[in-house]
């Protein structure tokens, strides 16, 4: 519909199902890495999810920039066509934990089934009504850490957006940068995320400095983000400015969204012991991500209005003025809240 539509009723759809399967996707596919690492390693193969995700995020501009001005319309599309293929390919050959363990381990597998029984049946005796009859996304909700999580995945999604959108146009405005400049400005941006799966790895290790990162990462993104508004004409030593502080922001950004998935994940699993039999088998952590990702969809709608609408009314200074501090806003609530309260820590 994108491709070849020539109205904006066909463009309108093409993009709300993009949306639909991107969501699908990314939630099952989470949720589905989740059950298969374990809450041991899940901040870790998160940080493999999420660089995946903002590679592709950044790396889109990127490619389509190039291929756009060296190779034309149709090419950016038939490259994207051919990435879906890929996928689809992909999809189809995976195996799921659940059905692999029966050939790997079929007796381990055997005992666990007859071992759920008992228990489970003891547990259904705990089952408290008033906890399932509050709803599944209530239950989760209620929960300020979860809270804490989809807002945080929002004001990344937020930054992310909003570069995405009014970068390219002012780097041409700037610079005179064409399609392919644009599109590599970029690569600062994108690079740093190859550290998010060492960061996972570390936080998973030490659990409790998940809230000292975010906390951190988000204050230090704060000066990053404001410095920008030095950018203010063509010269090299302000293309120096903009490619040394684009990687800080990359940084910041690339080792907060792993913990904040994997704190949303590790509240839902202590919700779904208490209130058993009310989320389905693993129901609880496909809702986790299913709501984190509501506040990332709904960052990526907020980041090009909100950047887009400063930028061209108050000018570029403003804009990342604006950003600092809706980032900056974000720094105490994760520090407080972020693995439970902190004035209830022992």
């Not at 293929?85 to 089934?113: F, H, M, N, Y």
């Amino acid at each position: 519909m994108l491709w070849v539509g020539n109205t904006l009723g066909l463009w309108i759809a093409g993009r709300l199902f993009q949306g639909a399967a991107s969501a699908m996707a990314w939630v099952v596919g989470n949720a589905l890495v989740s059950d298969t690492v374990g809450p041991e390693g899940i901040t870790q193969a998160i940080g493999w999810t999420t660089m995946a995700c903002s590679i592709g995020l950044f790396a889109g501009p990127l490619l389509g920039g190039v291929l756009y001005q060296y190779g034309g319309y149709d090419t950016v599309y038939g490259f994207a066509i051919g990435l879906i293929g890929l996928d689809i390919i992909l999809c189809l050959s995976l195996i799921e934990k659940k059905r692999a363990q029966i050939w790997l381990d079929p007796e381990q597998v055997q005992d666990s089934k007859g071992s759920e029984s008992p228990h489970a049946s003891g547990k259904q005796q705990v089952q408290s009504p008033r906890r399932i009859n509050l709803g599944r996304f209530s239950i989760l909700l209620s929960s300020s850490r979860v809270l804490i999580a989809i807002w945080g995945s929002f004001v990344i999604s937020t930054i992310n957006a909003s570069f995405d959108s009014v970068l390219p146009l002012y780097v041409l405005d700037t610079f005179g940068w064409k399609q392919s400049g644009q599109g590599l400005i970029f690569l600062p941006l994108l690079l740093p995320h190859f550290i998010s799966p060492m960061a996972g790895s570390i936080m998973d290790k030490h659990s409790q400095s998940r809230r000292c990162v975010i906390a951190g990462a988000f204050l230090l993104s704060v000066p990053t983000i404001v410095l920008l508004r030095l950018i203010t004409y063509s010269s090299l030593r302000q293309k120096i400015l903009l490619c040394g502080l684009l990687p800080a922001i990359g940084i910041c950004v690339s080792i907060t969204l792993p913990p904040l998935y994997a704190e949303a994940v590790n509240v839902a699993e202590e919700k779904e012991r208490l209130a058993l039999g009310s989320f389905g088998k693993g129901g609880a952590v496909a809702l986790a991500f299913g709501l984190t990702n509501i506040g990332f969809a709904c960052g990526a709608i907020a980041g090009p209005l909100f950047a887009g609408f400063i930028c061209q009314h108050a000018g570029w200074g403003t804009m990342t003025w604006a950003l600092g501090l809706l980032v900056g806003s974000t720094v105490a609530p994760v520090l407080f809240f972020t693995g439970g309260r902190i004035w209830k820590e022992k």
